[in-house]
């Protein structure tokens, strides 16, 4: 069964840091790229940031809204992604929410990813 | 970034009843729109994606159109289960985008 965990979440104050992971099984996790996507307590869905596979490039695409706070890296290894969240803020509290992105070629170069696999979420809280 | 508009917000409809759902692209997408259902305190669901093909399991009920800025979600036949809320996104540029939502609810 195809499954993703994240694990991490919980309360911090503004400033500080916290690392999420999400823990894949059931497929070959170096073959795909991963998305994170949150949801602050009774809003809609934000994507937050994506890291490509290590065969194209391991690059990461971000959110403008986390974009030089956030970063997401991957150990291929272990078979996690990561979410590095540093300089907190209160509108950061939110469900995240950890996918598996599989692409579409189109022209044989242009990839687009999209999010098949959904994690439960983890809640990060950030609050003095 | 392009933002992504969804009509109605909140769609009331009665079981067996046909439900079409909107999302309006600020510029064109191509085909690179996907469908996600979400149900309270769960993680959404992939429902469709390249704006007409079926995530896995989904069922036939549930399909997909449009292509460009104007997207439609239709549900032939509303079964209790699909009473949720409906978000579509664009993968189309980066940064992906995700419309407002549109809610279904029993009429």
């Known amino acids: 069964e195809v499954q993703l965990v994240e694990s991490g979440g919980g309360l911090v104050q503004p400033g500080r840091s916290l690392r999420l992971s999400c823990t894949a099984s059931?497929?070959?996790?170096?073959?795909?790229?991963m998305s994170w996507v949150r949801q602050a307590p009774g809003k809609g869905l934000e994507w937050v940031g994506f890291i490509r596979s290590k065969g194209y490039g391991g690059t990461t695409e971000y959110a403008a809204s986390v974009k030089g706070r956030f970063t997401i890296s991957r150990d291929d290894s272990k078979s996690i992604a990561y979410l590095q969240m540093n300089s907190l803020k209160t509108e950061d509290t939110a469900v995240y929410y950890c996918t598996r992105a599989p692409y579409t070629v189109v022209a044989g170069t242009h990839y687009y990813y999209y999010m098949d696999v959904w994690g439960k979420g983890t809640t990060v809280t950030v609050s003095s | 970034e392009i933002v992504m508009t969804q009509s109605p917000a909140t769609l009331s409809v009665s079981p067996g009843e046909r439900a079409t759902l909107s999302c309006r692209a600020s510029?064109?997408?191509?085909?690179?729109l996907a469908w996600y259902q979400q149900k309270p305190g769960q993680a959404p669901r992939l429902l469709m994606y390249?704006?007409?093909t079926r995530g896995t399991g989904i069922p036939a009920r549930f399909s997909g159109s449009g292509s460009g800025t104007e997207f439609t979600l239709t549900i032939s036949s509303l079964q209790s289960e699909d009473f949720a809320v409906y978000y579509c996104q664009q993968y189309n540029n980066w940064p992906q985008t995700f419309g407002q939502g549109t809610k279904v609810e029993i009429k």
């Open positions: 390249g704006a007409s």
């Open positions: 510029q064109s997408v191509s085909s690179n």
């Open positions: 059931g497929f070959t996790f170096g073959d795909y790229a």
